[in-house]
């Protein structure tokens, strides 16, 4: 994630996901005072768990020096089961399966000779890369920004709470700029019929974070775990792929029912939650105020008088200029223009677009959806540059997917890291070992697949709460959870579903994300008392009723037995 920077008086800090100062008033690593009457038994207590959180947090390393350390410990282990004899039966070839020690002759010509191949054959490079291209133009021309600030424009007062929840769903196309986009504009939109911004914030923010990998449309997380799920999968079989559409039904369903429980919870808990704090004068001397900079860099300012204060380098506005409008509706004819297409060229049987034996599932155009979304999203993004006028001719649009690369660097680099663990996991013989021996303990204890998903929610919701990037996380645990549960025959769609549910529900109260520290600005814009313990009692209801209704709604599905995606069984 981007490092954040504070201003305080006259001196400047970075402040990074690991660092919560906002104020003068509190030591260095201590999260600000809360405002007052927000103290209570339950949210002290809740603040004590989170500091020691972010304490543990702060001690870890860098992602890529994470999976570095876990290579070089995985050397080791491997060393002590080779020598050991350490072995398992695959049950799937009744072959035996034994582990091989990086630190053999073979072992470290394996990693030199094989390291730039484990790099350019890592699933998720390719697919995100293609995908990022295209939204890049999307990006860059304002169309994303557009269609946010379209979702919530002119809705009535009634929905907006709804309506601004799905937006931050669809916003997830966005990656991380949806925080950057959808936060500040929600206490807009609050405040625009009326309602406190705070509640906008909130919303806005708890819908982006907690609802992180669902959402209505297929977006680059998609893209980034399908390819750790496949390349997890590889240990039990090499020739099984997990696409970006594998759970696509499933985040779909996920979207519409996080956003109603987002709903029911704000305007029956944080509503009079909202309602019961100290009044605070909106306009005075020193007032907070929000800023982003144009990077999405979030940045605090603390006034003369030592109030932590956000500024703002420019007003959002929800209203569309003329020429966005015209831009977005161009947009609209480009995607029906597109779709129709490709529906069209799809339906004779012998069609290039369809698979072998006029197989629809199996075709191109859904294992190749990478493809399909850049080329999507570059045009719609070209369109809307043309007719909004922020696209001036062809050479914009390779500049502007050159800077969406640009944006890849830390991913790129992290991946690298990632490649390699991986690949030394499946070389090595540990991760099929580890699967097939923990796969016959469950047997054993008699555990069914719905008490193991329970266990991956619970163990990857406390892990989320320290390791706030959820590719670096699923990287860590695919290679265990993915063949372990393939062994009891549950597919790796199923368990990159569940995944999903503890990769995000707890982004929304986590001190050691940085986009909690952007929101806390945010809400100082309006409330210049607000503390962390601020937020997290308004974001940790949210947090935990998706938590719950997100489980819930997996259960049902698993029982009923339907796909989470084209192809993609759940059972």
């Known amino acids: 994630m981007d490092d954040h920077y504070c201003v305080i008086d006259e001196g400047v800090r970075t402040v990074s996901s690991n660092d919560t100062t906002t104020t003068p008033d509190n030591t260095p690593g201590k999260p600000p005072p809360d405002a007052p009457g927000d103290s209570s038994a339950a949210l002290s207590a809740l603040l004590r768990v989170l500091g020691a959180v972010e304490r543990a947090g702060n001690k870890l390393p860098h992602p890529f020096w994470l999976f570095a350390i876990l290579s070089a410990f995985l050397a080791l282990i491997s060393w002590g089961l080779a020598t050991a004899d ?42 995100i890369l293609v995908v990022m291209l295209g939204v890049a133009v999307a990006d860059r021309s304002g169309l994303l920004a557009a269609m946010l600030r379209a979702g919530v424009a002119k809705v009535p007062a009634r929905w907006m709470t709804f309506a601004l929840a799905f937006t931050a769903m669809v916003a997830h196309i966005a990656s991380d700029a949806a925080y950057v986009a959808l ?43 399908s390819g750790l799920t496949t390349a997890a999968a590889h240990t039990v079989d090499p020739g099984y792929v997990v696409t970006p559409l594998s759970n696509y039904f499933f985040s779909l369903a996920s979207s519409v029912v996080l ?27 020193g007032e ?12 605090a300012k603390t006034t003369a008088d030592g109030e932590a204060t956000a500024k703002t380098t420019g007003d959002v506005e929800l209203a569309l200029a003329p020429e966005e409008r015209r831009g977005l509706r161009r947009a609209a004819v480009a995607l029906v223009s597109y779709l129709t297409v490709i529906v069209v060229a799809m339906i004779p049987t012998g069609s290039p677009l369809r698979g072998e034996g006029g197989s629809i599932v199996e075709s191109p155009v859904l294992s190749g959806i990478a493809v399909v979304l850049g080329l999507l999203f570059a045009l719609l993004g070209a369109v809307y540059g043309r007719a909004a006028g922020t696209v001036r001719g062809g050479r914009d649009i390779p500049d502007f997917m050159a800077h969406g690369m640009r944006e890849m660097a830390p991913i790129l680099v992290l991946f690298f890291a990632i490649s390699q663990f991986l690949a030394y996991f499946k070389w090595t013989g ?7 021996r923990g796969a016959d303990l469950l047997k054993d204890l008699g555990v069914t697949g719905p008490v193991a998903f329970l266990g991956i929610v619970v163990v990857c919701t406390v892990i989320n709460l320290a390791m706030t990037s959820g590719s670096a996380m699923w ?7 993915v063949p372990m549960l393939m062994l009891l025959h549950i597919p790796p769609e199923a368990t990159q579903a569940v995944y999903r549910i503890a990769d995000s529900c707890t982004n929304a109260i986590t001190p050691m994300s940085a986009y909690f520290v952007m929101a806390l600005g945010f809400l100082q814009r309006y409330r210049r008392s607000a503390g962390i313990g601020t937020l997290a ?19 049902v599905w698993w029982a009923l037995g339907i ?3 084209p192809g993609a069984p759940v059972r």
Do not use: C
């Not at 907070?288 to 940045?299: L, N, R, V």
């Not at 009692?537 to 259960?555: E, G, I, K, N, R």
């Open 86 to 127: 350490v072995s398992a039966v695959d049950p799937a070839g009744d072959k035996t399966v034994a582990v091989r020690s990086l630190i053999s002759v073979d072992g470290v010509r394996s990693m030199i000779n094989d390291a730039i191949t484990n790099y350019a054959t890592f699933p998720p490079l390719g697919t």
């Open 563 to 565: 796909p989470l995606g």
């Open 288 to 299: 907070a105020t929000a800023k982003t900079t144009a990077d999405g860099e979030a940045t």
């Open 259 to 285: 956003a109603a429980v987002i709903t029911f919870v704000t305007e029956k808990v944080l509503v009079k939650r909202v309602a019961a704090l100290p009044p605070e004068p909106e306009e005075a001397d």
């Open 475 to 481: 990287a860590l645990v695919a290679p265990v959870f």
């Open 537 to 555: 009692s308004l974001t940790l209801p949210l947090s935990v009723a998706m938590l719950v209704a997100w489980t819930l709604l997996f259960y």
């Open 430 to 436: 540990v991760g099929q070992v580890l699967a097939i």
């Open 183 to 225: 936060v500040p504009l929600g206490g807009l939109a609050f405040r625009a019929i009326g309602r406190s911004p705070l509640l906008g914030i909130v919303v806005a923010f708890v819908g982006v974070s907690a609802g992180y990998d669902a959402s209505p449309l297929i977006t680059p997380m998609d893209a980034v775990l």
